[in-house]
């Protein structure tokens, strides 16, 4: 049976291509899907008024409306400060997963890594992530609920003046200090290590369903890593949606008038269940689904081209 890899297989493992590649993947992956994102935070975010009236009806409704009101560029709002900290953020997720994947394989397992270390694993990487993602998310979601703040106030009559995620930061900054910038970190850290124990293991395994490439690497072609990062970001992200939600109202600060305020993650969780039942836990679901589907299909499939590895001249490593 074959055994642990040893001290020069190990040497073959390097984190710092799969940081570079982790990097790359996350921009091109988040550029592509942003409205999408947008789309889903504002519908997230939307409240039913006491008389059952609400902004956005759709996900279509809501493109149509914020395109209208805002142009092509406001369908970016907030891109800005997400694309900047995608970087290190997908970075971690992606080469953390294959760091604690190498290092939690048994060493009687003949090369293969028990699904239960693959969701300690998923979960782990998860984890490290928050450091980034929780100040990138809050930041995020200030600059994309903007607008509908901006529009509902625009009913009443009145205006609230345009802001940047740096004066965002900056406020957060002077008046918090460092922690205001890591509002709703316990909202964040449940979805996020939620969604790396199911979507990891789950794409390890439709991607090892696929062909291979040719070139003798043992890596799926890239068409599978594609479809397999899509089927499995779609139903990780519909699997995780109530704790997206709480995340995302509880991270945005500024509530247009007559709307629910929540102190944390169980008073957000009470109140939604209470004011709008059960369906509410599921509000940009759809969207959701369709930003992340693509998102970990495209980054996936970037992730392992292995372009750090062409320009730094080594060997790719599979995990």
């Known amino acids: 049976m074959a055994s642990k890899p040893s001290a020069d297989s190990a040497n073959q493992f390097s984190l710092l291509p799969k940081i ?18 947008l789309v889903k935070t504002r519908l997230q975010n939307q409240q039913i008024g ?11 409704d809501c ?24 970087t290190p953020e997908k ?15 048994p060493s009687d397992s003949g090369g293969q890594l028990p699904v239960t270390r693959q969701m300690a694993a998923g979960g782990l990487a998860g984890f490290c992530q928050i ?17 509908r703040l901006a529009a509902k106030a625009k009913e009443t009559g009145a205006t609230i003046p345009r802001t940047t995620a740096t004066q965002i930061a900056t406020t957060l900054l002077k008046t918090k200090g460092i922690t205001g910038l890591y509002k709703g970190t316990g909202a964040t850290m449940l979805r996020d290590v939620s969604f790396s124990i199911v979507y990891f293991p789950l794409f390890a395994t439709l991607n090892d369903f696929g062909p291979r490439k ?23 992200a519909l699997a ?10 509880l991270q945005a600060m500024k509530k247009a008038e007559g709307e629910v305020e929540f102190t944390g993650i169980v008073d957000c969780a009470k109140k939604t269940l209470a004011n709008e039942g059960p369906k509410a836990f599921f509000k940009g679901g759809l969207c959701r689904m369709i930003v992340l589907a693509p998102l970990f299909g495209i980054a996936q ?19």
């Open 20 to 37: 570079i590649n982790g990097g790359i993947a996350g921009i091109i992956g988040v550029s592509c899907v942003f409205p999408l994102d």
């Open 50 to 60: 006491p008389n059952g009236e609400k902004m956005y009806t759709s996900m279509f």
């Open 63 to 86: 493109f149509k409306k914020t395109y209208k009101a805002e142009g092509y560029f406001g369908m970016y709002r907030g891109s800005a400060v997400n694309i900047v900290l995608i």
């Open 91 to 105: 970075a971690i997720k992606l080469a953390a997963n294959d760091f604690f994947r190498y290092h939690l394989r």
């Open 131 to 147: 450091v980034i993602t929780t100040p990138m998310e809050l930041l995020k979601i200030q600059m994309q609920d903007a607008g």
């Open 214 to 236: 040719a070139d003798g690497s043992g890596e799926a072609v890239f068409w599978c890593s594609f479809l397999s990062g899509c089927a499995s970001g779609s139903f990780s």
């Open 240 to 249: 995780v949606t109530p704790f997206d939600v709480i995340k995302t109202r």
């Open 301 to 319: 499939a970037v992730y392992f081209l292995g372009v750090a590895e062409s320009l730094l001249g080594m060997k790719q490593y599979k995990v």
